[in-house]
């Protein structure tokens, strides 16, 4: 049910209020942090600069950190839109894009380090710009995959009434687009949203301070700072970078995320309002304001508007339904032809290269991803059996949520490598160490992705499903079994898929951990990715790399991908 411009019980005030000085001051300030932070990009890079600990430093390096993050969002959320549009409604498109998102989302964020980092700073060389783009796309790396399989479920989990109305009424593709496939994945994505700029903050101590072979590149920022504090066992720093972070991460939430969700109830699948819904003080704050209004209806609707009978089919085309979801729309012959092209050298020259790892290498290889595959079965078997019933009771008690929402939330954000030195400590006393310390870090990469889809998933269950489940008398486990598991099983599978490449992707940072200039480290292809990079060993690197996507490329093939098609078939709202 749509929400009105206006919060419940407000009348339209046209004067000018102290929200609208409040909204333009937030807006000066917010361009002058982008100007001014955006200009210490394009400088001169300094490959000896220090990471200082000084809390003075503290505002100078979030505000770039958050510039990274920001850049690094925008681009994942246009790629994810994109890519998921295409892949479903091309059928010879989605043949090829399905398995490259498998594969890209196994691969870690250090095996793409060094050949962004070199060919960026080729670009650009000794401009600090080169390496700002390579750590904006390791972000990238992080937070686009589990949105775009969010936005891909959404698409083809809309109901197929749905579609054959928009068909009845000859929709045109923009109209499709925008009143029936966008609104169908707001609230996963949002959610997915809120994960990935977790999973970067993940990432952060790995992205703003890496080395590559003996070169070190270093960034300003909140996470080479808490990486900074945490070589040095600097424990002041680390709380005062901590506790920036956590701050950070509120202040995003109520800004940010606790608006979009309480605006994102408006495309709920529902014929009976909620009793209780999640509120934002900061979108009725919006509402209110007079200029806000007056800039909606005349300037952001008019051109709206244009812009919608410019893509809306013209004359006779205009009754020309939205392309189906079929092999008759052809990809570009061009983009085709370099893709293959692309592809089939760099198979070539990724088979040459490889050629050169030894045998022993290949076997350490063999053994390293058995254990880590044992690894991130033990972390996801785990981080399901708690996930689910907390999702679910999150998603469906919008009180709760107001509470539990901003701390998950800045549980997931927090990077668990800045306290994982204390955790070495504890598990080395309590005997264990990096074995156990290993897969309890996986665990950090991987349960979110499951919490957070497990949240939209409740939040899309229709209220009147739990109306009728109260009127029939369910039992606890009937609602589970009929309701609550059926309506959020898309949801899910979408999850464990992003969980189980978050865990191999957390695997380059638990099973090789480096602090007080000491290297801890168990045996499993984490570490092996993690110590080729270190060495700029490239040719392990890249078949260690190689092996880990085969492994998550395979499992997806045999085991998510066949259970997604369920949820495709069997499993939807309507």
Same mark, same amino acid.
């Given at each position: 049910?749509?929400?009105?411009?206006?919060?419940?019980?407000?009348?339209?005030?046209?004067?000018?209020?102290?929200?609208?000085?409040?909204?333009?001051?937030?807006?000066?300030?917010?361009?002058?942090?982008?100007?001014?932070?955006?200009?210490?990009?394009?400088?001169?890079?300094?490959?000896?600069?220090?990471?200082?600990?000084?809390?003075?430093?503290?505002?100078?390096?979030?505000?770039?950190?958050?510039?990274?993050?920001?850049?690094?969002?925008?681009?994942?959320? @246009?790629?994810?839109v994109l890519y998921s549009y295409l892949a479903f409604y091309n059928r010879t498109a989605e043949k090829i894009l399905l398995p490259l998102l498998d594969i890209l989302q196994s691969i870690p964020v250090l095996s793409f380090l060094p050949g962004v980092v070199l060919a960026l700073i080729a670009i650009f060389p000794g401009s600090r710009l080169g390496v700002e783009l390579a750590a904006i796309i390791l972000i990238y790396t992080g937070m686009a995959w589990n949105m775009t399989f969010s936005f891909y479920q959404s698409?083809?989990?809309?109901?197929?009434?749905?579609?054959?109305?928009?068909?009845?009424?000859?929709?045109?593709?923009?109209?499709?687009?925008?009143?029936?496939?966008?609104?169908?994945?707001?609230?996963?994505?949002?959610?997915?949203?809120?994960?990935?700029?977790?999973?970067?903050?993940?990432?952060?101590?790995?992205? +703003?301070?890496?080395?590559?072979?003996?070169?070190?590149?270093?960034?300003?920022?909140?996470?080479?700072?808490?990486?900074?504090?945490?070589?040095?066992?600097?424990?002041?720093?680390?709380?005062?970078?901590?506790?920036?972070?956590?701050?950070?991460?509120?202040?995003?939430?109520?800004?940010?995320?606790?608006?979009?969700?309480?605006?994102?109830?408006? $495309?709920?699948? +529902?014929?009976?309002?909620?009793?209780?819904?999640?509120?934002?003080?900061?979108?009725?704050?919006?509402?209110?304001?007079?200029?806000?209004?007056? $800039?909606?209806?005349?300037?952001?609707?008019?051109?709206?508007?244009?812009?919608? /009978?410019?893509?809306?089919?013209?004359?006779?085309?205009?009754?020309?339904?939205?392309?189906?979801?079929?092999?008759?729309?052809?990809?570009?012959?061009?983009?085709?032809?370099?893709?293959?092209?692309?592809?089939?050298?760099?198979?070539?020259?990724?088979?040459?290269?490889?050629?050169?790892?030894?045998?022993?290498?290949?076997?350490?290889?063999?053994?390293?991803?058995?254990?880590?595959?044992?690894?991130?079965?033990?972390?996801?078997?785990?981080?399901?059996?708690?996930?689910?019933?907390?999702?679910?009771?999150?998603?469906?008690?919008?009180?709760?949520?107001?509470?539990?929402?901003?701390?998950?939330?800045?549980?997931?954000? @927090?990077?668990?490598?800045?306290?994982?030195?204390?955790?070495?400590?504890?598990?080395?006393?309590?005997?264990?160490?990096?074995?156990?310390?290993? @897969?309890?870090?996986?665990?950090?990469?991987?349960?979110?992705?499951?919490?957070?889809? @497990?949240?939209?998933?409740?939040?899309?269950?229709?209220?009147?499903?739990?109306?009728?489940?109260?009127?029939?008398?369910?039992?606890?486990?009937?609602?589970?079994?009929?309701?609550?598991?059926?309506?959020?099983?898309?949801?899910?599978?979408?999850?464990?898929?992003?969980?189980?490449?978050?865990?191999? /992707?957390?695997?380059?940072?638990?099973?090789?951990? +480096?602090?007080? /200039?000491?290297?801890?480290?168990?045996?499993?292809?984490?570490?092996?990715?993690?110590?080729?990079?270190?060495?700029?060993?490239?040719?392990?690197?890249?078949?260690?790399?190689?092996?880990?996507?085969?492994?998550?490329?395979?499992? /997806?093939?045999?085991?998510?991908?066949?259970?997604?098609?369920?949820?495709?078939?069997?499993?939807?709202?309507?």
């Amino acid at each position: 049910m749509a929400r009105p411009l206006t919060p419940d019980n407000q009348t339209l005030n046209r004067s000018w209020t102290w929200q609208d000085g409040l909204i333009i001051l937030a807006l000066i300030t917010l361009i002058f942090w982008i100007v001014n932070t955006a200009a210490k990009f394009t400088a001169s890079y300094d490959p000896t600069i220090t990471i200082q600990l000084s809390p003075s430093v503290l505002p100078s390096y979030t505000a770039q950190t958050l510039l990274r993050m920001l850049i690094a969002y925008i681009i994942s959320l @246009v790629f994810s839109v994109l890519y998921s549009y295409l892949a479903f409604y091309n059928r010879t498109a989605e043949k090829i894009l399905l398995p490259l998102l498998d594969i890209l989302q196994s691969i870690p964020v250090l095996s793409f380090l060094p050949g962004v980092v070199l060919a960026l700073i080729a670009i650009f060389p000794g401009s600090r710009l080169g390496v700002e783009l390579a750590a904006i796309i390791l972000i990238y790396t992080g937070m686009a995959w589990n949105m775009t399989f969010s936005f891909y479920q959404s698409l083809i989990s809309v109901p197929r009434e749905l579609r054959e109305v928009a068909k009845i009424y000859r929709l045109g593709w923009w109209q499709q687009v925008w009143t029936l496939d966008l609104p169908a994945g707001a609230i996963g994505l949002i959610w997915n949203s809120v994960m990935s700029v977790a999973g970067g903050w993940f990432f952060l101590m790995a992205i +703003e301070s890496f080395t590559i072979g003996e070169q070190t590149f270093t960034l300003p920022g909140l996470g080479s700072y808490l990486a900074e504090a945490a070589n040095q066992q600097d424990y002041a720093a680390l709380v005062y970078g901590l506790a920036v972070l956590i701050s950070v991460i509120i202040a995003v939430d109520i800004v940010v995320w606790r608006p979009l969700i309480a605006w994102g109830e408006k $495309f709920k699948i +529902e014929m009976v309002e909620a009793e209780s819904t999640p509120k934002s003080f900061v979108l009725d704050f919006l509402r209110r304001s007079p200029t806000l209004r007056a $800039f909606h209806q005349t300037v952001f609707t008019p051109v709206w508007e244009r812009l919608d /009978n410019y893509l809306r089919p013209k004359g006779a085309q205009r009754t020309t339904a939205a392309p189906p979801r079929s092999h008759s729309v052809p990809i570009l012959p061009i983009v085709f032809f370099l893709f293959v092209a692309v592809v089939g050298w760099g198979t070539i020259a990724s088979a040459v290269q490889m050629t050169t790892v030894s045998i022993r290498d290949w076997q350490l290889i063999g053994i390293g991803a058995v254990l880590t595959t044992v690894r991130v079965s033990v972390a996801l078997v785990l981080s399901l059996l708690w996930t689910v019933p907390v999702g679910v009771a999150i998603g469906r008690n919008p009180r709760a949520a107001q509470v539990l929402q901003p701390l998950v939330q800045i549980a997931a954000s @927090v990077p668990a490598t800045a306290l994982f030195p204390v955790l070495l400590l504890a598990l080395a006393n309590l005997g264990g160490g990096l074995e156990i310390g290993a @897969v309890a870090l996986m665990m950090l990469g991987t349960m979110w992705y499951i919490l957070f889809n @497990v949240i939209a998933g409740a939040q899309a269950i229709p209220t009147e499903l739990f109306e009728a489940a109260t009127i029939y008398q369910l039992s606890w486990w009937q609602r589970w079994r009929t309701v609550i598991l059926p309506g959020i099983f898309p949801y899910l599978i979408t999850g464990i898929i992003t969980a189980v490449g978050g865990a191999w /992707n957390s695997s380059i940072v638990s099973e090789y951990v +480096e602090f007080q /200039n000491q290297t801890e480290q168990t045996l499993g292809l984490g570490a092996i990715i993690s110590e080729a990079s270190v060495k700029a060993d490239f040719p392990l690197l890249l078949a260690s790399t190689v092996v880990m996507s085969l492994l998550v490329v395979l499992t /997806n093939r045999f085991v998510w991908r066949p259970l997604y098609r369920l949820a495709e078939t069997k499993y939807q709202l309507l």
